[in-house]
C-alpha cells in the first residue's frame, strides 16, 4: 500500500527484503550443488518451489477485501511448509529463515505474526542442532535474527501507522480547503446579490419614488383638469412597480446569515410588519449546522411566504417553525388568515402547477435541493406551507 511520501521507504524495505530472500535461496542451491549427494535433487525441487511459493506471494499482494488477509495466511503456510522440509534435507536452509521473519510481521495479524517468529526460530535452532550438533552460534544466530527482525517489524508498523494517520490528515486538509472554497463562492454569490440590490434600491427604486411622488404633486396641484385620471393611473402604477422593485430588493438582499438561519428569521420578524396588521413569531432552535446555500434558500422561503400572506391571506399572526432532523431541514409557515381551496388552484403537493408565482418560486427552490412543498388550506381556516430540503 502507498503512503505518500514515505512510499520509497516502503519500497526499498519490500526491496531489500526480496533481494535477501533470493540471494539466501541462491546460497541454500549452491551449497546443494557443491555437497551434491543422493537428496541434491530433491532439495533443488524444494528449493525451485519455494521460489516458486515466494513469487506467487505477488498475486497474493494484489487481492483486495477480506480476502487479502486470509490468503496471505494460506500463502504463509505454504512458504513455511516448503522450507521446513527444505530444512530437514539442507542445514543451510535455516538461513531462510530470517526472511520468514519479516514476513510473518508483516502479513499475519498482530499477535500471530510474533508468535510465528517465535516458533521459526525454535524449528531452526533445533534443525541446526539435528544436523551438526548444538552449538553457541547455532543457537545464538537464529535468537539474535529474530530479535532484530522483531524490531524492524515494530518499526516498520508504527512507520506505517504514522503514514496512515498522516493520509488521513491531508486527505480532511483537502476536505476544507474544498469546503472552505464552497464557502467563498457561496460568500461570493450573496455579496453580488447585495450589490444588485443596493444597485436596484439606489436607481430603480429611487426613480419610481421619485415618479410617484411627482404625479401625485400633480394630482393634487389640479384635480379637475382633463387627464387627471391618467395621471392617477400613472402614479398607481408606479406605485405597484415600487412595491415590486422593493420586494426584489427584499429577495436579493436577506438579512445576513453570518449569525445562523434562527437568527435571521427572527429579524425578518422583527421588520415592520405592524403597518400590515401582522404579528410574525418564530419558533427555531438558536443555532443549526446548515450549509449555507441551505440557510439561503429557506431564508427566501420564508420571504416569499410572508410576502404571500401580507399580499393574499388577510392573516393577523404568522408563526415560522425552523427543524433539522438528521439529514432534513423543514421550514413550516402558518397563518391565520382566510385560506383558499388548494386543490382549485392547483398549489397541492409540490406546488409545482400553482398559478402563484409566490409558490411556484418557492417550490423551484425546493426542488433544486430535491425537497418537496407542501401546502395545506382550507378557506376561512388559514394556510400552511410546509418545505422540507435534503441537507447535503
Given at each position: 500500500m502507498a503512503h505518500g511520501t514515505l512510499t520509497p521507504v516502503f519500497v526499498g524495505l519490500r526491496t531489500g527484503l526480496h533481494v535477501l530472500s533470493a540471494a539466501l535461496l541462491a546460497l541454500v542451491v549452491a551449497r546443494v550443488v557443491v555437497v551434491g549427494g543422493p537428496m541434491a535433487l530433491p532439495a533443488l525441487v524444494l528449493a525451485a518451489l519455494f521460489a516458486g511459493v515466494y513469487l506467487l506471494g505477488a498475486r497474493v499482494a494484489r487481492t483486495t477485501g477480506p480476502r487479502r488477509q486470509r490468503a496471505g495466511a494460506w500463502w504463509l503456510v505454504a512458504l513455511t511448509a516448503v522450507w521446513a522440509a527444505l530444512l530437514v534435507l539442507v542445514p543451510e536452509?535455516?538461513?531462510?529463515?530470517?526472511?520468514?521473519?519479516?514476513?510473518?510481521?508483516?502479513?499475519?495479524?498482530?499477535?500471530?505474526?510474533?508468535?510465528?517468529?517465535?516458533?521459526?526460530?525454535?524449528?531452526?535452532?533445533?534443525a541446526l542442532g539435528l544436523h551438526g550438533g548444538f552449538t553457541v552460534g547455532g543457537v545464538i544466530g537464529p535468537l539474535v535474527g529474530a530479535g532484530v527482525a522483531l524490531l524492524i517489524g515494530l518499526g516498520y508498523r508504527a512507520l506505517a501507522r504514522e503514514a496512515s494517520e498522516r493520509e488521513q490528515l491531508v486527505a480532511e486538509l483537502l476536505?476544507?480547503?474544498?469546503?472552505?472554497?464552497?464557502?467563498?463562492?457561496?460568500?461570493?454569490?450573496?455579496?453580488?446579490?447585495?450589490?444588485?440590490?443596493?444597485?436596484?434600491?439606489?436607481?430603480?427604486?429611487?426613480?419610481?419614488?421619485?415618479?410617484?411622488?411627482?404625479?401625485?404633486?400633480?394630482?393634487?396641484?389640479?384635480?379637475?383638469?382633463?387627464g387627471t385620471e391618467h395621471i392617477r393611473l400613472a402614479r398607481q402604477t408606479a406605485a405597484e412597480g415600487l412595491a415590486d422593485t422593493r420586494r426584489f430588493i427584499r429577495e436579493l438582499a436577506p438579512p445576513a446569515l453570518e449569525a445562523g438561519l434562527p437568527t435571521a428569521l427572527r429579524r425578518l420578524a422583527d421588520a415592520s410588519w405592524s403597518v400590515d396588521g401582522l404579528?410574525?413569531?418564530?419558533?427555531?432552535?438558536?443555532?443549526?449546522?446548515?450549509?449555507?446555500?441551505?440557510?439561503?434558500?429557506?431564508?427566501?422561503?420564508?420571504?416569499?411566504?410572508?410576502?404571500?400572506?401580507?399580499?393574499?391571506?388577510?392573516?393577523?399572526?404568522?408563526?415560522?417553525?425552523?427543524?433539522?432532523?438528521?439529514?432534513?431541514?423543514?421550514?413550516?409557515?402558518?397563518?391565520?388568515?382566510?385560506?383558499?381551496?388548494?386543490?382549485?388552484?392547483?398549489?397541492?403537493?409540490?406546488?409545482?402547477?400553482?398559478?402563484?408565482?409566490?409558490?411556484?418560486?418557492?417550490?423551484?427552490?425546493?426542488?433544486?435541493?430535491?425537497?418537496?412543498?407542501?401546502?395545506?388550506?382550507?378557506?376561512?381556516?388559514g394556510t400552511s406551507v410546509v418545505a422540507t430540503l435534503e441537507v447535503p
Open positions: 536452509a535455516a538461513y531462510l529463515v530470517f526472511p520468514l521473519f519479516f514476513l510473518y510481521l508483516h502479513v499475519l495479524p498482530r499477535v500471530v505474526g510474533p508468535a510465528a517468529v517465535v516458533v521459526a526460530t525454535a524449528v531452526s535452532i533445533v476536505a476544507t480547503r474544498d469546503l472552505l472554497a464552497a464557502t467563498e463562492r457561496e460568500q461570493g454569490v450573496l455579496a453580488e446579490r447585495a450589490r444588485l440590490a443596493r444597485e436596484i434600491h439606489d436607481t430603480v427604486a429611487q426613480g419610481l419614488s421619485s415618479i410617484q411622488m411627482l404625479l401625485h404633486a400633480a394630482e393634487r396641484a389640479d384635480g379637475d383638469r382633463p404579528t410574525v413569531a418564530v419558533d427555531a432552535p438558536d443555532t443549526v449546522s446548515l450549509p449555507m446555500d441551505v440557510q439561503t434558500a429557506l431564508l427566501r422561503i420564508a420571504q416569499g411566504a410572508l410576502a404571500n400572506v401580507v399580499q393574499h391571506a388577510q392573516a393577523t399572526s404568522v408563526r415560522l417553525t425552523l427543524t433539522v432532523d438528521g439529514r432534513e431541514a423543514r421550514l413550516a409557515v402558518a397563518d391565520d388568515g382566510r385560506g383558499f381551496d388548494v386543490a382549485g388552484s392547483g398549489a397541492g403537493a409540490g406546488a409545482g402547477r400553482s398559478d402563484s408565482f409566490g409558490l411556484r418560486a418557492m417550490a423551484d427552490r425546493v426542488a433544486q435541493f430535491g425537497g418537496r412543498l407542501d401546502v395545506d388550506s382550507v378557506p376561512g381556516h
